[in-house]
């Protein structure tokens, strides 16, 4: 199993700011995803990152908003930008088991974003 | 387009008594299933998976799956609940038809919550 660590665990930032998130994991791994839960709500992936390509985005996020990096096979950041209250919510970084190669997902603790 | 749901938000059970949470899903294809908790404040841990073979899979905690094909479901089952499985609990789905990437759909989440 992948250990995952996640900075900030929270954070509470003003309206119009940019916060970015780091995720680091204890293991080298293709892909890492990473997913927002909203208050009281179901995880959503917001995209798929790879190391050396682009992140793939889901429908209804787009890389201005979320803009992703991968610059190694253990470590990747998402950056919230220009935030408003409805970014408030926690980002989930997650990892698959690759050496069972059977969809199983690994999770950090998340960070707990909050925008006044 | 594959889906998965938890009809019950909430779930109260005594402290001893069997303990079930429902989850459906709808796949085009074959499906990998699986079931997440999430304690307060904590990332997702996973519970247990259905990939093939038995239909009763058995995971961390004494959780218990059964894999049911003709009615679509995958509930979660304890025979005996404890306290602290108070938490949420997410059921997942993955198509793995057509592609090994395809991503993990996640349920809206059921609140387990056991009296003393």
């Known amino acids: 199993s992948a250990v995952i660590s996640q900075k900030p665990s929270r954070d509470i930032c003003q309206r119009g700011t940019s916060l970015t998130i780091q995720c680091q994991v204890d293991?080298?791994?293709?892909?890492m995803f990473w997913y927002r839960q909203q208050p009281g709500q179901s995880l959503t992936l917001i995209a798929t990152a790879n190391q050396g390509s682009e992140a793939t985005y889901e429908s209804g996020f787009v890389i201005d908003k979320f803009p992703i990096s991968r610059p190694n096979l253990t470590f990747s950041t998402l950056t919230v930008s220009n935030m408003s209250p409805e970014d408030s919510s926690i980002y989930l970084c997650?990892?698959?088991?690759?050496?069972?190669?059977?969809?199983?997902?690994?999770f950090g603790e998340g960070s707990r974003l909050t925008v006044l | 387009a594959q889906s998965v749901a938890q009809p019950e938000d909430q779930v109260n059970v005594a402290e001893g008594n069997p303990l079930t949470v429902k989850c459906t899903y709808s796949?085009?294809?074959?499906?990998?299933l699986f079931w997440y908790v999430q304690y307060p404040n904590r990332g997702l841990q996973f519970l247990l998976k259905y990939i093939t073979g038995d239909n009763l899979v058995k995971g961390s905690y004494g959780f218990e799956a059964e894999f049911n094909k003709s009615q679509t479901s995958f509930h979660l089952k304890k025979p005996s609940a404890l306290v602290s499985d108070s938490a949420l609990y997410f059921c997942a789905v993955r198509d793995i038809t057509h592609s090994s990437a395809s991503k993990i759909i996640f349920g809206s989440g059921t609140r387990l919550s056991i009296r003393p």
């Open positions: 796949v085009s294809g074959n499906p990998y």
């Open positions: 997650s990892v698959e088991d690759g050496t069972a190669n059977t969809g199983e997902l690994f």
């Open positions: 293991s080298q791994v293709t892909m």
